[in-house]
């Protein structure tokens, strides 16, 4: 368990709902669900949810934490924003479960095999590399994230994809050596790493419990 | 009618050598024809996308979506904010809706900004290009400027999620929203009536993690497309695009299906229609060719 995690354990003891308040993106909405399920039966991928939102949101104010936390649900969010539009109560869900999927991940409790976890944090490591996105590089990184026997199986399963795409200039082999950046990339990179420590103060106040 | 003049957010997959570098190629035409000036934000960032949350909170998501604002002020100040990648104009939009309601936020990004030399203020209205063009064009304005009109082409708009979800187009639906089909009425080609995966899903970033999911769910809108007659789809989002181009194969191979249908963008129908050339119109990006488009364009 991470420290982080064993912190708020001790914080905040059975109240989950309040954790997930203070910690979760949009996470003060929790409360207003009120269980009609629209967003389950919206959702494009709503077969393979563990726990859809509806009953993410039942498991918080129950106090489920660990189940949440661990689950593989929030990660198969494609935010195509259905459940926002059509939720009666207009609960910013979409937001949540990114919210719920970051707070996993930063108490270490995310599991770690679940592809779009790889790939969510991949892509966050590829963009902030240079500012922009090189997707050359994202996508060999991705297929590769199962080991090099898999990636190689993937890159020929692949090929074609990639040919149409270096054929149409859609891809191009240079993205390999330089690639797209933003020019200031001190002052990005700055500027992130600001950000992310006001966030992380913010989160260890709760963690303290101040 | 006199210049409009928007700043302009690209995004990362309209770099050359990306992925939907062949929507640029096809928006700037369009924009010629238009008389509209699009003045690139100097230096612009990636927004994140929707994907980015897992290494990404809250506030640095927040924050790459403040600078290419706060950069907007700054070089063209005064200026609406337009993107044309469906998850550019939303990350983007979002943040700015986000930090106008929540001022700790906003007084948290600012901090962070700083360590760029940047400040920002909120000004601007953030749209994507669809909007300008129904917005400050409409369609009868729009329609004047077709040369060669799109005739005898079945087209299914497929909208998809981002453009629709949450925001929309003003005076749309979300759940049938028509103004890809009033576009390509203008333009001079069929619309597909009653398309009904117009709004579906088609897995968005998933398509790389979760393919088989995604790949059932792409099967479905090519396959509404078809029964609807279809011979292209077309749509505003650069995302849609690849996931309902590029996987039509595997799909064929996993369903048996023989899927073989053009995916292109609004913009790419419009360059066509007001007499562009194929090469200004971008169809060498078609990895499914445009027959049809590629016909009209060489007359």
């Known amino acids: ?210 | 009618m006199a210049t409009k003049e928007y700043s302009f957010y690209p995004g990362c997959s309209s770099q050359e050598g990306a992925s939907s570098s062949n929507y640029l190629v096809s928006v700037e035409s369009m924009c010629e024809e238009l008389d509209v000036k699009l003045n690139t934000i100097p230096d612009w960032n990636c927004c994140s996308a929707s994907i980015g949350y897992c290494g990404g909170g809250e506030l640095p998501r927040l924050t790459l979506s403040a600078r290419n604002l706060a950069l907007s002020e700054e070089h063209n100040p005064g200026q609406d904010v337009v993107a044309t990648c469906a998850a550019c104009w939303l990350a983007t939009r979002e943040t700015a809706e986000r930090l106008g309601e929540d001022d700790d936020l906003m007084a948290e990004t600012n901090q962070a900004l700083a360590e760029a030399g940047l400040t920002f203020k909120n000004e601007n209205k953030i749209r994507h290009m669809v909007e300008v063009l129904i917005d400050d064009f409409g369609y009868e304005e729009l329609g004047k400027h077709v040369k060669k009109p799109l005739e005898g082409i079945k087209i299914a708009g497929y909208v998809g999620c981002q453009t629709n979800r949450p925001f929309g187009i003003e005076g749309e639906s979300f759940e049938n929203p028509k103004y890809l089909d009033k576009l390509v009425e203008t333009l001079g080609a069929e619309p597909v009536e009653n398309y009904e995966k117009k709004v579906s899903c088609c897995g968005g970033a998933l398509a790389f993690s979760e393919p088989e999911k995604s790949q059932a769910l792409i099967k479905e809108i090519i396959e509404s497309a078809y029964d609807g007659g279809a011979d292209m789809i077309v749509t505003p989002c650069p995302v849609c695009q690849m996931n309902v181009e590029v996987y039509q194969d595997k799909i064929n191979a996993k369903y048996g299906t023989k899927f073989h249908i053009p995916v292109t963008y609004y913009s790419t129908l419009m360059s066509v229609a007001y007499g562009r050339s194929a090469k200004d119109s971008a169809l060498g990006g078609q990895i499914i060719r445009a027959k049809q488009l590629e016909d009209i364009a060489n007359k």
Request: proline fraction near 4%; hydrophobic fraction near 35%; charged fraction near 25%.
């Open chain 1, 1 to 210: 368990m991470s420290d982080m995690n064993v912190a708020m354990v001790e914080r905040y003891r059975n109240n989950f709902l309040k954790e997930v308040e203070h910690n979760v993106e949009e996470g003060d909405w929790v409360k207003m669900c009120m269980q009609c399920g629209v967003c389950s039966g919206s959702c494009p991928l709503g077969p393979y949810w563990d726990h859809p939102p509806q009953e993410l949101f039942m498991m918080i104010r129950a106090g489920k934490r660990e189940e949440v936390l661990t689950s593989t649900s929030m990660w198969m969010c494609t935010s195509c924003y259905n459940c926002i539009v059509r939720c009666p109560r207009e609960l910013p869900i979409t937001h949540i479960m990114h919210g719920l999927a970051h707070y996993a991940k930063r108490l270490g409790l995310a599991p770690k095999e679940q592809p779009t976890f790889k790939f969510s944090q991949h892509f966050w490591n590829n963009l902030v590399k240079k500012g922009r996105v090189n997707e050359l590089k994202l996508g060999l990184s991705l297929y590769f994230m199962n080991g090099l026997v898999e990636g190689i199986k993937t890159s020929l399963n692949m090929a074609g994809i990639g040919l149409g795409m270096l054929k149409t200039k859609r891809m191009s082999p240079m993205e390999m050596i330089g690639g797209h950046s933003v020019k200031d990339t001190k002052g990005f990179h700055a500027m992130l790493k600001k950000a992310e420590e006001i966030e992380a103060a913010r989160v260890e106040k709760y963690g303290k419990g101040s």
